[in-house]
């Protein structure tokens, strides 16, 4: 028994087998060993002590072969593992995150309305009804205030008497700079905006603006229409075609809206005009010195020009495989 199982233990040469051999050897049930028990219970008295014994040295010698050769069976496996590993295969690149492509445009027009000499200033996107309207020239019964097509907020301030809402543009910015500086000014602000509108391939009920405000001594709408061809074309190339619409703003007078060629029609991507004198009255400027104009930008409209992008919902759904393309 002793030799044969010993002689198992050695020649095996994996875990799964050893296994096997001890079952076959010192099975609790049907092992070997049993065999052994049965001799020493059939042993007279005398021979008994001799007998057992023996078998207690036999189990024990078996017993230690078998931990011996398990160990060792687990060293080489460990050693074959480490020798799996080809150290000079190239390891996985991790994966870099990316800035949002809006991200990336809303830099680029910073960088570029600075060097036509434009601060960048922000602010808050919850508002009063003062920024992003009254002093704005925008009156109470105008149907920009209607509160259907606006995100007004139930909150502590609401019930104080004062409205509160998600801005609907970021012209509030130009009415928060006017009241804290005095002429000249010269400021960009990008930002979201919020509307109810009716979520389609070019409208969101959140976007992004770039507002613009130049104020100083004799400011004309030749300048703003020079400043935002300029832009459009510095940002999208030097084809791209800008035309200007007269329109009305409450707050610019008069007041253009700007569209871009698109395709075979034109896109509109923001309004502009010349600050309303109303304006500079309700920030304390002095409409008989100062003249400036301002203009506010849809964001994602360049985005989708200058990226090809057909739908302005993508921008908005973190689809990896979209966003990795920029
Ligand atoms: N605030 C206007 C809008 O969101 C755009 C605008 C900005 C028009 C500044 C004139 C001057 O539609």
Request: some cysteine; glycine content about 8%.
């Amino acid at each position: 028994f002793e030799s044969g199982a010993l002689a198992a233990i050695g020649a095996v040469s994996e875990s799964s087998e050893l296994e096997r051999v001890r079952v076959e050897y010192m099975g609790q049930k049907n092992g070997r060993i049993r065999e052994l028990q049965k001799l020493v219970g059939a042993a007279t008295a005398e021979q008994k002590p001799a007998v057992g014994r023996r078998f207690n040295e036999v189990r024990t010698a078996v017993t230690a072969a078998l931990e011996s050769r398990q160990e060792s069976l687990q060293k080489l496996a460990a050693a074959r593992a480490v020798s799996d590993f080809d150290v000079t295969l190239p390891g996985d690149r991790p994966r870099l995150g990316k800035l949002h492509p809006i991200t990336q445009v809303m830099s680029e027009f910073r960088e570029l309305m600075g060097r036509f000499g434009f601060t960048v200033v922000d602010g808050p996107e919850l508002e009063d009804e003062r920024h992003n309207f009254e002093a704005l020239n925008i009156p109470e019964d105008h149907p920009a205030r209607d509160p259907l097509d606006n995100f007004y907020l139930a909150c502590a301030e609401a019930a104080a008497g004062r409205p509160m809402l998600l801005r609907s543009q970021t012209s509030t910015v130009q009415i928060r700079t006017m009241e804290t500086v005095q002429p000249p000014v010269r400021i960009v602000s990008l930002g979201r905006v919020y509307r109810p509108d009716t979520i389609d391939a070019t409208h969101s009920c959140m976007f992004h603006q770039m507002e613009g405000l130049l104020v100083d001594r004799h400011v004309t709408m030749a300048q703003l229409k020079t400043v935002l061809s300029q832009f459009a074309r510095s940002f999208l190339g030097p084809e791209v075609e800008i035309r200007f619409r007269p329109s009305f703003f409450p707050f610019t007078e008069p007041s253009v809206e700007v569209d871009m060629k698109w395709g075979s029609s034109w896109m509109e991507i923001g309004g502009a005009g010349m600050v309303d004198p109303a304006v500079f009255a309700s920030v304390g400027y002095d409409p008989e010195q100062y003249s400036g104009f301002a203009f506010g930008l849809g964001i994602e409209r360049f985005c989708m020009k200058h990226f090809g992008v057909d739908d302005i919902r993508r921008f908005y759904e973190n689809d990896l495989r979209f966003l990795a393309q920029f």
